[in-house]
């Protein structure tokens, strides 16, 4: 053993030798002829050793790394949608917030609309993976809906202390208090009537509903892409001062599944074939519109010394609270 490795020392010798002596415009022919028949000798003699391919290829995803980063994979079903409208076998990843990402999060104007969703879906952006085997989705396809459980499994990694938590005033069904947390366990899911989730299509990953005025229909609950989409036309018809119609703004979004085939000329045809349907399939779109909502409750639900406490959803010290601790207590000495 001790034998072979003085072989290959001196051929790495050798190879060192003739590295220097290629740059070496005086070149002795016969030393690097020598050098090269020695090198194919050591070759020869104990083969190119073993080569791993596991860093070659097409790149895999690494758990490790995953967890070096603070990626964490989000439990679909504590989702509103409970996932039924990704693909199927989609993975959804989060880590914690930033310094970056809070800072802009900070120059949040709570009066502005706009501005205050801008904020959020920047926060959703950034802290954010889905994945639909090896392809990369976007935030966009995040239902807007799942956002608030997003940004507060997010806020929980961010501020894992206990002194950070956002408590609610809640009271029980017999009048006694209750300090309720605002957390993702705490939330209550609305629930799609039965009549509505009959026609889920778990192949096409949404609503197929069959109807006699309006033909097969397909409609879905909005992703964040698609309000970004009709906030953008919005805007555009408020800085034109054009009219829009506000019930076709209702049912938009759960006719429009897919963000990127949605832009202001898009939206414009689409209003031009709503303004041709008939009462009666206007009628049926938009009662299902308003069945096929999904997303939270307006208050929290925790059990309480065998009773639901109830308080109303809300954010202490405005939404910039969930990521700007409001409550200095904790932090001064």
Not at 285 to 314: N, S, W
Request: hydrophobic share 40%.
């Amino acid at each position: 053993m001790s034998e072979e490795l003085n072989k290959k020392e001196q051929a790495a010798k050798a190879m060192l030798e003739a590295r220097d002596s290629i740059n070496d415009p005086v070149t002795d022919n016969a030393k690097v002829e020598a050098v090269s028949a020695e090198m194919l000798d050591s070759v020869e003699s104990n083969g190119l050793g073993k080569v791993s391919m596991d860093n070659f290829g097409q790149g895999r995803p690494d758990k490790s790394a995953d967890q070096f980063l603070g990626w964490m994979v989000l439990d679909q079903e504590e989702l509103p949608s409970k996932g039924k409208f990704y693909p199927n076998g989609c993975v959804i990843k989060i880590r914690s917030a930033r310094a970056a990402e809070i800072r802009h999060f900070s120059t949040m104007d709570e009066n502005n609309y706009i501005d205050m969703e801008e904020k959020l879906n920047h926060v959703v952006e950034m802290c954010t993976q889905i994945t639909d085997g090896d392809r990369r989705m976007s935030y966009k396809d995040v239902l807007e809906e799942d956002r608030i459980v997003l940004l507060l499994s997010i806020r929980d990694l961010t501020f894992p202390e206990p002194e950070n938590k956002l408590i609610l005033k809640g009271k029980t069904d017999s009048k006694v208090a209750v300090d309720i947390e605002l957390s993702t366990r705490y939330l209550v899911a609305t629930l799609v009537p039965s009549e509505i989730e009959a026609y889920y299509s778990s192949k096409e990953r949404t609503y197929v509903i069959k109807t006699r005025s309006a033909g097969e229909v397909k409609m879905r609950p909005p992703t964040i892409g698609v309000m970004q989409e009709i906030t953008k036309y919005l805007k555009d018809r408020q800085e034109k001062e054009i009219e829009f119609d506000k019930a076709f703004i209702q049912v938009l979004p759960y006719i429009t599944p897919d963000w990127r085939q949605l832009n202001l000329p898009k939206i414009f045809n689409l209003e031009v074939d709503y303004k041709a349907w008939s009462e009666k399939k206007f009628m049926v779109i938009y009662r299902l519109a308003e069945k096929m909502k999904i997303g939270v409750e307006t208050t929290l639900e925790m059990e309480f010394e065998g009773e639901i406490a109830k308080a109303p959803l809300d954010f202490p010290g405005g939404i910039k609270s969930l990521f700007i601790i409001s409550d200095l207590a904790g932090e001064l000495l």
